[in-house]
């Protein structure tokens, strides 16, 4: 019940049994189908997405709105802490690594979802050219929340983890990337509201196009390489002295609790301000903190407490239990259900759908091409060649398979970029709205179950690959080594037990 006008409290009324059965209803019903979606396809979103449908305001509408809209709220930041945690375990070295095959897979799952739309949207179904844009920009986005949960889910099923491979690290640099070109394109689609003439028939506003387009890009290319700078040449000399040591080390969890916390804020911030996404920045703040720690060595990385501990430690079982299922179930809430069930619109979302699912396969092409290429510049003492005998084709088809089946799911981002161009411009029709949605929700299923599906069967081929699977580290990374037999999840004297997600309980490898 809201406050009475004038109140300086707000009423403390006990609520009634029926509201109180629903909720408890609706987490026991997001727990039941994690696990029976995990079991029958290898995804639980799937049954939280479901969920979110039959509670929300698609099908049943059983919870309160104001409920819906505060899970949604709730959702949204455990998808933050989702992509944070991603760029606090990232490996470095491997990203420094592949940077380039990363942006190269990144603008491929980035043109050929726009390209494609234009080609089917604008030639096949006959919608205009702003339409066929704002739907390719939605759909040329990969749910990071998404690719982070399928990747430790399934890891974690096999025993392994593959966020320390090297496919994996592409996979996920490229999906951050792929996100951060939409977000910046979206930024755009919200721009083109201020050239567009006004309800009255007056002229629209005065909005300057290039730097409608060049802010977002100059916001986010800025933000990715002023983070490593501060991190490595500022504040991590800093956090080294042994003054500002011996201070952050007299209560270590409580200190990175708090040091994790203003700089999420900072980097939240610092993006919403600046024209960026701020998912980009919950990202670029994970890595921000895994390059700040300090370097141990032998006794010191055993009494070292990194950020990535702490956030085992205290947050992870929050976002796992909690906020995680309400993310996945607040997509169920912003799916418009009864509006994709007409025959014109279920055809050409399911052939607009295919069509998408083609356009981030076509990422899995990066990687025998890039073979290929590594090859033919490489000499015959190259550290580790290709499989003789079976060509590239054959070597690589299960990395470049997960990585093509991995961006396919569009999830949470492409959701919010179809909507911000439903409800925020005059440019996109109820019908390319709803034919996207269908794509967008086809392949956020799709996506995860065969990604968990490939993982399951090939996971230990992937894994052991000699190129594409782990590597070992060149060097120390917060305080820590680790080496091939660190994708195994059994814990060892090297290789740290993991959290049920697959994700290391603590960062100190030895």
């Not at 983890?161 to 977000?183: E, H, K, M, P, Y």
């Not at 002023?226 to 040591?245: D, I, N, S």
């Not at 037999?485 to 004297?493: D, G, L, M, N, R």
Request: hydrophobic share 50%; glycine share 10%.
């Amino acid at each position: 019940m809201p406050a009475s006008p004038g109140s300086a409290f707000l009423e403390y009324h006990e609520p009634t049994i029926v509201p109180l059965l629903v909720l408890i209803s609706f987490f026991v019903f997001l727990t039941l189908s994690e696990w029976a979606s995990n079991k029958i396809f290898r995804a639980g979103l799937i049954g939280q997405i479901v969920v979110g449908l039959i509670y929300g305001v698609p099908i049943g509408n059983i919870l309160a709105l104001e409920w819906q809209e505060t899970f949604l709220a709730l959702g949204y930041l455990g998808l933050l802490l989702i992509i944070f945690e991603g760029g606090l375990t990232i490996r470095l070295d491997l990203l420094r690594q592949n940077l380039v095959l990363s942006v190269i897979a990144a603008l491929v799952g980035v043109l050929a979802p726009i390209a494609l739309s234009f080609g089917l949207l604008l030639g096949g179904f006959g919608h205009s050219p702003l339409e066929a844009f704002i739907v390719g920009v939605a759909l040329c986005s990969t749910s990071l929340g998404t690719t982070f949960v399928v990747i430790n889910s399934a890891s974690a099923s096999r025993g392994l983890d593959f966020s320390q491979t090297r496919i994996g690290t592409v996979l996920l640099s490229a999906a951050v990337l792929d996100d951060v070109c939409g977000l910046v394109l979206v930024s755009v689609i919200r721009g083109l509201r201020e050239l567009a003439p006004a309800t009255d028939g007056s002229e629209g506003g005065s909005a300057n196009l290039g730097w409608i387009i060049g802010r977002p890009i100059l916001a986010s290319g800025l933000m990715a390489v002023l983070t490593p700078v501060f991190a490595l040449f500022v504040f991590g000399p800093l956090v080294r002295m042994g003054v500002v040591r011996n201070v952050l080390a007299k209560d270590k969890h409580s200190t990175n609790m708090a040091i994790m916390v203003l700089v999420l804020c900072a980097f939240l911030a610092i993006a919403a301000y600046t024209g960026a996404s701020v998912l980009f920045g919950a990202f670029l703040a994970g890595m921000f903190l895994s390059m700040l720690h300090p370097d141990t060595d032998g006794d010191a990385a055993e009494e070292s407490t990194t950020f990535t501990h702490t956030f085992e430690k205290y947050l992870a079982d929050v976002r796992r239990f909690m906020l995680q299922p309400l993310f996945f179930a607040s997509i169920g809430f912003a799916i418009p259900f009864v509006e994709l069930w007409t025959g014109e619109v279920i055809w050409n979302g399911i052939v607009f759908t295919i069509l998408m699912i083609l356009s981030k396969l076509l990422v899995g092409v990066c990687i025998p091409l890039w073979d290929v290429a590594a090859t033919a510049t490489r000499s015959k003492t190259a550290e580790k060649p290709l499989a003789e005998g079976k060509g590239v084709l054959a070597s690589t088809w299960a990395p470049a398979t997960l990585l093509g089946t991995a961006m396919v799911a569009r999830g949470e981002v492409g959701l919010l970029i179809i909507q911000i161009g439903l409800n925020e411009t005059p440019y996109l029709g109820r019908k390319a709205f709803v034919i996207a949605v269908w794509a967008i929700v086809l392949n956020t299923i799709v996506g995860p179950v065969s990604a968990g599906f490939l993982i399951k069967k090939f996971g230990v081929k992937i894994a052991e690959h000699p190129r594409w699977g782990a590597r070992p580290v060149e060097g120390k990374h917060g305080g820590q080594e680790r080496d091939v037999e660190c994708v195994k999840a059994t814990p060892s004297a090297h290789c740290p037990p993991r959290s049920v997600d697959g994700g290391p309980v603590t960062m100190q490898g030895r």
